[in-house]
DNA sequence: CAAACAAATGACTGATAGTCAGAAAGTGAC
DNA sequence: GTCACTTTCTGACTATCAGTCATTTGTTTG
């Protein structure tokens, strides 16, 4: 009898329920506005059910940390699995262009990536079954960028002077503040001083991706531009 | 009659005890967990008299965070004031080295200026004198880099095929994005991956300022490694 | 010294995160 | 169909804490 695998199924359907209603919440008036009894409604539940699926509201909004990490995470994997001729540099910057994209389109969500990122009570992230999965993706993030130089490294186009590891974290992190600065300039108040200097963000990623690429290119690859 | 200069200096020596004590307070307990009867008590005033100097707990921890960013800002004049025989890529490299540094020493003001970061209240900074502050800090900082581009350019150490401007702010971001990471590692749980793959944020740093030296090195410099 | 002003207090209020005893709904055996 | 049992859900309740404000305490000045 499916009655197990039945219950398991509506559990994930209240469970998605939930984050739906949080998140339409949580983006709309921001997490401090945001009230357990206002989810609660949204989701046409009671505050009490919220707490079943749900230890307290940071790791309600783990869950949507969560969910946005994975969804950026496939996007990534986009990259590798629909374009198989090129070469390893050129995947670096699709990467990264994936990435500043999500951003853009998704400022939510990364807003919730900074929020997970200024958490630090080490003991409660341990436990939650969210920040593991967010971790774990993050890892897997890191192996995609891995597997673009040692690409580049083969090819040609990437200097392989490097750790490819080393650098792979590297490029993860720096691109992060890429994508941080260029989240709080369409935030607002940050950052004025892009405004003032009058910078858009793309010419931020134009020249980011300038340094980068002349950083890691090799000899060769530098000269044939 | 300098009364009023003295009432000046009171008022303002009031103001940083209590800065004093909610530092003391939120950085050994954490923002969420200090209360505001908390700090009252360490700072040995009432409740009442912290609200007539922060408007609320949030105008108090940007008080931190301003203090923050100030000292940060000073260590920066120093590489200027204190290093005069330096080329423009020396000074990019020091520049970055004091941020690190102070990171890692001071790992609570990093917290802090994430904190800050992730708030999008426009209303609430804009109104900050803090806030404000904090913004002229970060304007500050990012004009030390522009300079030490510049000084760059005219030594032949620094690519000049670049705006300075936005060469500074990719620095800046993609820099802060290494010292988050960094931060983080010493925080805990997070960016596990670094522990996994025994990469020590020393590493990372050298391997940082080798993509950027190299992507910002003028052809010659590059040769004459 | 007394009136006027300024600074400080802490009891109070309102909001809300999180709990829990009990209601409601579902399940399955007879 | 109904009864005993389990699971899911509920919302009133509690504890905590940010922020207020009427009152008290201290200071200045004519």
Known sequence: MGTEERKAREKERRRKQ????????????GLEQSTMDGIAEEAELSKGTLYL????????YLAITERGSSMLNARFSKVFTSAHDHTGIELIRLIGETYLTFVRENPNYFKAFMYYESLSD?????????????EENRREALNFIIRALQI?????????????????????????????????????HHFEVL??????????????L??????????EARKSR
Chains 1, 2 share one sequence.
């Open 210 to 219: 300038k340094l980068v690429g002349t950083g890691i290119a090799t000899e």
């Open 122 to 134: 080490v003991k409660e992230l341990e436990k939650s079954e969210f920040a593991q999965s967010c």
């Open 18 to 29: 939930i984050i739906d209603a949080a998140e339409k919440i949580i983006f709309s008036k």
């Open 152 to 188: 580049g490294m083969q090819d040609g186009t990437v200097d392989d002077s490097y750790d490819p590891k080393e650098l792979a974290v590297v490029i993860w992190s720096s691109t992060r503040g890429i994508t941080t600065v260029s989240h709080m300039k369409g935030v607002g």
């Open 195 to 208: 405004d003032d200097m009058e910078i858009p963000v793309d010419a931020l990623f134009e020249n980011f």
């Open 53 to 60: 699926y749900f230890k307290n509201k940071t790791e309600l």
